[in-house]
T-cell receptor, first 114, second 113 residues
């Protein structure tokens, strides 16, 4: 699986957009980008994933650059409850789709401040 | 609530003992994954089962074993416990083994005294 690089920590003001970057310069054509977050010691929570097109759901937006070497997770209106460690994961899926494991890095600790 | 249920939430035991952690996946999910999170190693993949069969193995110690039962629940067995096994153990489930996201339970916190 491709290695990802994320900033160790970031701050964001409550109510503002939080933009979390991720570099995955060695990503290959059949690797998806997934974002999870972990609040304190709770189980990781799935946020969003994408291959090459931008994606949006009720939680966030995922912007993937055209060359797919980096992506940005956007939380449009951050709240205090969004304070968490955010993990960017590049996941290989074979044609048969039978590789399921997630490889977590250190992630970005996002601190949302009042 | 992810729909993945893990029991017990907390477990305290001594070195050399054996414990069993249980996971009930979300309704309809056939894949179960186990992860370990310790302070110094972060979140690490241990093992995956799909519809009762082992599908992938990660950094799982030989002292650890797992299985998935016909009703799709899974158990992780940890034996000859050492102090270093103290960690959070998470179970996740997904519909299949492809790009469907995995959904995690709240974990079992294992403390070895």
């Amino acid at each position: 699986d491709a290695k990802t690089t994320q900033p160790t920590s970031m701050d964001c003001a409550e109510g503002r957009a939080a933009n979390l970057p991720c570099n995955h310069s060695t990503i290959s054509g059949n690797e998806y980008v997934y974002w999870y977050r972990q609040i304190h010691s709770q189980g990781p929570q799935y946020i969003i994933h994408g291959l090459k097109n931008n994606e949006t759901n009720e939680m966030a937006s995922l912007i993937i650059t055209e060359d797919r070497k980096s992506s940005t997770l956007i939380l449009p209106h951050a709240t205090l409850r969004d304070t968490a460690v955010y993990y960017c994961i590049v996941r290989f899926l074979s044609d048969s789709g039978n590789t399921g494991k997630l490889i977590f890095g250190q992630g970005t600790t996002l601190q949302v401040k009042p | 609530d992810s729909g993945v249920t893990q029991t017990p939430k907390h477990l305290i035991t001594a070195t050399g003992q054996r414990v069993t952690l249980r996971c009930s996946p979300r309704s309809g999910d056939l894949s179960v994954y186990w992860y370990q999170q310790s302070l110094d190693q972060g979140l690490q993949f241990l093992i995956q089962y799909y519809n009762g069969e082992e599908r992938a193995k990660g950094n799982i110690l030989e002292r650890f074993s797992a299985q998935q039962f016909p009703d799709l629940h899974s158990e992780l067995n940890l034996s000859s416990l050492e102090l270093g096994d103290s960690a959070l153990y998470f179970c996740a489930s997904s519909v299949g083994t492809g790009r469907q996201p995995q959904h995690f339970g709240d974990g079992t916190r294992l403390s070895i005294l």
